[in-house]
């Protein structure tokens, strides 16, 4: 047994001045106090925090950190990623990455992680991880007459992290990549389902007007965007995937850099919304209003993206980028989306997410904290 304490500590809700808690060998909390405990404690500088919840990562393209060019706009920006990978790169090279990756997020405090599976090549590095992983099986079909069978083909990825006892799902890629017949068979086989979300103002003028700078993106894979629009113009992205899911399940919608006030209409209760502000920085140079957002406070998380379109998987960072942009929001509501929020998306709050009695949710210290005002001035962390 031991106590633990720091001069400020988050509990995965809230900020306490004098919180003690009692940890067993295991990592399991025992006992939590307001007091100074009698046994000798352990007390660190700066603030104690639990482990984090990193809820959108694509660990597959961790070898593509660095190469592909910032600031060109989805449309371009997805282009280049499809360039680097069909160009032919050496099993061993990918999981070494994908490796150096997942120790990475280890490192920085991250405990699960809801990650984007396009193939089998990340399952040997999940099942050797420290971290727990909700594997999110992304389907892509533009046209009607290419549903099924990459369907099928997505299922047997989806068949093999079962076989190999990671949890999954099978998900969407984007509206504008996939068609309704693509809606419908994953609605028909799964109750949470992942999906980029009004990532480029291009995408919602694909949906409003049928036009933009997606067109170049369609010309370059040879298709035609009439597969994905033909059927209803709708206000925005966001409305044709509301009028397409089914409204049971669970979504997880990613990026939102472009939500507007008039597309909260259509949510609901079980929409749950996931800002990668580094990425949104990296690939459009554009911040989501996350100030629209912060009514539906339970519901909303946090994610690094990939090395493709981002320096780091760091979830302080991310956390530290939205307190920068966005000082009206208070640190510990953030830190929830980080935390506690990320627990609930994935059935997790059992065991992680906050501070309380039967929890072994990891303990993070970051000395680098401004603790008169309740700010984040670095984004290193020691993992106790």
């Known amino acids: 047994m031991q106590w633990l304490t720091a001069d400020i500590v988050f509990?995965?809700?809230?900020?306490?001045?004098?919180?003690?808690?009692?940890?067993?060998?295991?990592?399991?909390?025992?006992?939590?106090?307001?007091?100074t405990p009698n046994e000798a404690y352990k007390k660190h500088n700066g603030l104690l925090m639990p482990g984090m919840i990193n809820a959108h990562c694509?660990?597959?393209?961790?070898?593509?950190?660095?190469?592909?060019?910032?600031?060109?706009?989805?449309?371009?920006?997805?282009?280049?990623?499809?360039?680097?990978?069909?160009?032919?790169?050496?099993?061993?090279?990918?999981?070494?990455a994908q490796q150096v990756a997942d120790a990475q997020m280890c490192k920085n405090g991250i405990v699960a992680v809801g990650d984007i599976c396009n193939t089998t090549k990340s399952i040997e590095v999940k099942q050797a991880s420290k971290i727990k992983y909700f594997n999110f099986i992304e389907c892509i079909a533009i046209r009607e007459t290419d549903s099924v069978k990459r369907f099928a083909d997505y299922k047997k990825v989806f068949d093999e992290f079962r076989k190999a006892a990671l949890p999954a799902s099978l998900v969407l890629h984007t509206p504008y990549t996939c068609n309704e017949g693509m809606y419908k068979l994953v609605n028909e086989h799964s109750n949470f389902i992942s999906i980029h979300n009004q990532e480029s103002e291009a995408e919602n003028l694909l949906f409003e007007r049928k036009e933009g700078s997606f067109d170049a993106f369609y010309e370059y894979f040879g298709l035609d965007k009439n597969e994905i629009i033909?059927?209803?113009?709708?206000?925005?992205?966001?409305?044709?995937?509301?009028?397409?899911?089914?409204?049971?399940?669970?979504?997880?919608?990613?990026?939102?850099?472009?939500?507007?006030?008039d597309d909260f209409t259509f949510i609901d209760k079980n929409d749950w919304f996931c800002f990668c502000p580094k990425a949104n920085l990296y690939i459009e140079d554009q911040l989501p209003d996350i100030l629209l957002f912060t009514h539906i406070q339970e519901r909303l998380v946090?994610?690094?993206?990939?090395?493709?379109?981002?320096?780091?998987?760091?979830?302080?960072?991310?956390?530290k980028s939205i307190q920068d942009n966005f000082p009206d929001i208070p640190l510990n509501k953030i830190l929830q989306w980080a935390t506690s929020n990320g627990a609930k998306l994935f059935g997790l709050e059992d065991t992680l997410g906050s501070f309380e009695v039967g929890k072994s949710p990891s303990f993070v210290v970051v000395e680098d904290f401004d603790l008169k005002n309740e700010r984040l001035l670095g984004t290193d962390v020691l993992v106790v």
């Not at 961790?62 to 060109?72: D, F």
């Not at 089914?246 to 006030?261: D, E, I, M, P, Q």
């Not at 994610?303 to 493709?308: E, K, M, N, V, Y």
């Open 230 to 261: 033909q059927k209803k113009s709708c206000k925005s992205s966001f409305e044709n995937s509301k009028r397409l899911l089914s409204a049971g399940s669970k979504k997880l919608f990613v990026h939102n850099t472009f939500t507007r006030k």
């Open 302 to 319: 946090l994610g690094t993206d990939s090395l493709a379109s981002n320096d780091s998987l760091n979830i302080l960072a991310e956390a």
């Open 58 to 96: 694509h660990l597959e393209l961790s070898h593509t950190k660095g190469l592909i060019e910032e600031k060109t706009g989805l449309s371009t920006f997805l282009q280049n990623v499809s360039k680097k990978m069909l160009q032919k790169v050496e099993d061993t090279l990918i999981q070494k």
């Open 11 to 35: 509990d995965g809700y809230k900020f306490h001045s004098n919180l003690y808690l009692q940890v067993d060998a295991s990592g399991e909390i025992v006992q939590l106090k307001d007091s």
